[in-house]
């Protein structure tokens, strides 16, 4: 337990900075203690503040699109494979599908990621192209698993939220 400042006309509390604070102070349980703008006191029963929720609901929204962002990034990012670098980009991805749809590799060539033509069979295709959609079901199983994080995140969680990778993961 602890006080507070408290407005009644609004119900909100405010943490207290002074040793003699000027203005009406109430005794709250601990977690109200702790970050008192996330709460209000409503007929008598503390509540969360809608002002807080729908600011917190507002970094959620922030982090949601950063993490939409760091997917799409990745996603067009290129890959590593068979020892060279691709393109992953939406027309590259296009390219490899009408390719693969047609059932034959243009002059058996195709262009790394730095502009070089190097050989490439159908299967060698195939090969690239599985491993990309194996890359970006890695990618989006990570999206799910920051979204389920975000969820459940403070102000403060999400106002340090990074994308990414775990750490030594990637």
């Not at 507002?58 to 067009?76: D, P, S």
């Not at 490439?120 to 999206?143: D, E, F, H, N």
């Not at 920051?146 to 106002?159: F, G, H, K, T, W």
Request: hydrophobic share 45%; proline share 6%.
């Amino acid at each position: 337990m602890g006080k507070v400042l408290i407005d009644r006309s609004s119900g909100y509390f405010f943490a207290i900075y002074a040793e003699n604070p000027v203005g009406e102070t109430m005794d709250v349980p601990d977690f109200v203690l702790e970050n008192p703008s996330e709460w209000m006191l409503v007929k008598g029963k503390i509540v969360p503040c809608p002002d807080y929720i729908d600011f917190v609901d507002g970094l959620k929204n922030a982090a949601m699109q950063r993490v939409e962002n760091w997917e799409l990034t990745k996603r067009a990012a290129g890959i590593e494979h068979a020892g060279q670098r691709w393109l992953t980009t939406p027309l590259a991805l296009q390219d490899i599908r009408d390719v693969l749809l047609a059932g034959a590799v243009p002059n058996e060539q195709w262009v790394t990621v730095d502009r070089q033509i190097v050989p490439m069979t159908l299967a060698g295709l195939q090969s690239l192209w599985q491993a990309i959609t194996a890359r970006g079901a890695q990618i989006y199983q990570r999206r799910l698993e920051m979204e389920q994080q975000i969820a459940d995140m403070s102000r403060e969680q999400l106002e340090a939220f990074v994308p990414g990778w775990p750490e030594g993961s990637m």
